[in-house]
């Protein structure tokens, strides 16, 4: 059965409170922009995330949301964004350096490890490469606790001695171990690096002239190091498709080859390769990272002709809007197609929504986008990556992981390409 036909809105409950998901990009949109002021994130959501995020900007609302977002803003502009494309370029060709002919790698770990590494070095000032395993494991530590939480017959605080909260506790203090003293040492040396952290340490209240303290500096970092996970299972499942779809392969190379030759890839290319863009984001398709925005009504509303109560918790179906038939033609079928200009064109514009949108868009959208489009531009031009075949299931945590290894053989493919 497709996703359109079980209708724009489904209804049930849990644990008494009433549950409501959206499949219909009308309603999307006044959810999200038309009538945003009477939506909010879930309570849920931050007592879920409570221990990992704290207030960071994807759980924190009003004034603290706005406030933040205001200061994290200059460093996602778009410009600033492109000077970031270099750095992306270079920790891609140094992940691909440790690619010897027919080694074996996991390609879920490799790039989760590339993104890391490049969230750590663009925004924070110091690659993340050595600590890389150890920051991951937790992220995935502390997600699989905050699931079987949301899971869990027992809706006990995270203070319970419960098994899922003591792995949480522990998740949780690997990671602020690392930012702590990420933030002690750039607090002692006073230094203004240009970076995001620089931002968050030096900025001042307009009002009062006070800065932000320690806690809210990890919170914000904790949640921009976050990023690397969406980025990471995106990444993940382009290489999945490109395994079973070697004739996709066949023309993102051609397209490469043609525009960049032995060059490093720039960021001025990027209009030049349409086709390779066009395949990050049929990925992205299939397989949101985002496969749901969760919202909470802060008062009677009425939507699309749908009534939902105050307190009532709606959930956005980015994965089942994404495979609408009437929306997407073949729309289970992996087909970069689906993403050309005139395709886009043809359809509502809420029915690809893998960043969200309004004003709780992601801010890292196009930080996201240059990365995925950098990368596999610069690992199809000089690595030879043969995938496994067979079949991935998903594994949705706060992102729609793949679930397991996806094993690859992989090497040099043209090791004499500069990096200028």
Not at 34 to 58: A, C, H, I, M
Not at 244 to 254: E, F, G, I, Q, S
């Amino acid at each position: 059965m497709s996703t359109s036909a079980l209708g724009p809105v489904a209804r049930f409950r849990m644990f008494r409170i009433p549950m409501h998901v959206v499949t219909d990009t009308a309603i999307a949109q006044e959810m999200l922009v038309d009538k945003k002021e009477s939506f909010k994130k879930t309570r849920e959501l931050s007592v879920y995330l409570q221990p990992l995020l704290g207030n960071g900007l994807l759980a924190a609302e009003g004034a603290i949301h706005q406030r933040h977002r205001k200061l994290l803003a200059p460093a996602f502009t778009p410009k600033r964004v492109s000077s970031y494309g270099d750095l992306m370029v270079e920790e891609t060709i140094r992940q691909l350096g440790r690619w010897t002919p027919g080694r074996r790698v996991d390609l879920v770990e490799e790039m989760t490890t590339l993104t890391l590494t490049i969230v750590g070095r663009a925004l924070f000032g110091r690659g993340m490469r050595e600590e890389a395993e150890q920051i991951a494991q937790a992220f995935t530590e502390a997600m699989r606790a905050m699931m079987k939480r949301i899971t869990g017959l027992i809706q006990a605080p995270y203070s319970f001695p419960l098994p899922a909260h003591q792995q949480m506790r522990q998740a949780v203090a690997t990671l602020d171990a690392v930012v702590q003293r990420i933030i002690t040492q750039r607090r002692a040396e006073g230094v203004d690096h240009g970076d995001v952290l620089s931002m968050l340490l030096l900025s001042r209240d307009e009002v009062d002239g006070t800065g932000l303290s320690d806690k809210e500096v990890r919170d914000e970092v904790i949640t921009l190091l976050a990023g690397h996970e969406a980025t990471a299972s995106a990444l993940s499942w382009t290489w999945y498709e490109l395994g079973r779809h070697p004739d996709v392969v066949a023309k993102l190379t051609a397209e490469v080859d043609a525009v960049i030759g032995d060059r490093a890839v720039t960021v001025a290319d990027l209009p030049r390769l349409p086709y390779t863009l066009s395949v990050v984001e049929e990925a992205m398709r299939l397989h949101p990272p985002v496969y749901a925005l969760a919202r909470e009504a802060s008062e009677d509303v009425e939507v699309g002709g749908h009534r939902f109560g105050t307190r009532s918790t709606i959930f956005i179906n980015t994965y089942g809007i994404h495979r609408r038939a009437d929306y997407y033609p073949d729309p289970l079928a992996f087909k970069p197609e689906h993403m050309t200009p005139e395709a886009k064109k043809a359809r509502p514009r809420y029915a690809y929504l893998p960043f969200g949108d309004g004003p709780r868009v992601c801010i890292g959208a196009h930080f996201a986008l240059l990365e995925l489009q950098l990368a596999l531009a610069t690992l199809v031009q000089r690595a030879s990556v043969k995938v496994d075949p067979g079949e991935r299931t998903t594994d949705p945590l706060m992102t729609l992981r793949l679930r397991g290894t996806l094993p690859a053989t992989v090497g040099p493919r043209r090791a004499s390409a500069g990096h200028a």
